[in-house]
């Protein structure tokens, strides 16, 4: 069966500090990967997503995330916080035929504070 | 793009109330879902529909039903609210097969208090 754990519910950085986000998998085929955000009262909007095409994975908002296979990780970092990075971010995972029967599992959030 | 709405941002409704959540998708996505986000609990999935009028339970589906009558529209029942089913409601669709990814896109949300 498929999980997501996502280290650290909140994570408080400096304005200007590198973001760092973790997220592990666990799957038994490659898997699909995503990266959801979460602003205050509002659904939840793609950051990026990996489907095995490129490792390193460039998203919106000058976010991107790595699939290392071996750590089974898919960890999502941005150089330079912004005030408006404060939000809840998601890890998913997916199975990778894409069918009906292949649900997406979130992870429990991490909480992304912005300090000035 | 891809829009996703639901019905009200916001409701307050008393306990033993039925309740109806509705979601509407404009991108002709087979695929529905209806999460719970709770804090500390991420987003739990209460029950899908792959079409119309097709729906399969998801992990928490306890004291909720769903409709879909329609390809569009896809409605959550609390047939009795409680306190406990105090929470944000999130609708989401996608669309299936290759090149999808199981991408979901997702609503505003309904945060739903029962009182």
């Known amino acids: 069966a498929q999980s997501v754990t996502q280290l650290g519910s909140h994570v408080s950085v400096s304005e200007g500090a590198l973001v760092l986000l973790r997220c592990n998998y666990s799957?038994?085929?490659?898997?699909?990967l995503f990266w959801y955000v979460q602003y205050p009262n509002q659904g939840l909007q793609l950051l990026l997503k990996y489907t095995s095409a490129a490792t390193l994975v460039k998203g919106i908002n000058g976010f991107e995330a790595e699939f290392k296979k071996s750590e089974t990780s898919f960890h999502l970092t941005k150089p330079s916080a912004h005030m408006s990075d404060a939000a809840e971010y998601f890890c998913a995972v997916s199975g990778p035929r894409a069918t009906r029967n292949d649900k997406v599992i979130f992870g429990p959030g991490t909480s992304l504070s912005v300090i000035p | 793009d891809v829009k996703v709405t639901q019905s009200s941002r916001y409701l307050v409704k008393r306990t033993g109330e039925k309740v109806f959540l509705e979601c509407v998708q404009d991108m002709d996505h087979e695929n529905m879902f209806w999460y719970r986000q709770d804090p500390g609990l991420g987003l739990r999935l209460i029950y899908f529909?792959?079409?119309?009028?097709?729906?399969e339970k998801g992990d928490i589906p306890e004291g909720y039903s769903v409709s879909r009558e329609k390809k569009e529209r896809f409605s959550l029942i609390l047939e009795s609210a409680s306190t406990n089913q105090t929470s944000m409601y999130l609708c989401?669709?996608?669309?299936?097969?290759?090149?999808?990814?199981?991408?979901?896109?997702f609503g505003p949300g309904t945060r739903l208090t029962v009182l």
């Open positions: 529909s792959y079409d119309v009028k097709m729906k």
């Open positions: 799957s038994s085929v490659p898997p699909y």
């Open positions: 989401a669709s996608s669309f299936p097969g290759l090149g999808s990814y199981n991408e979901q896109f």
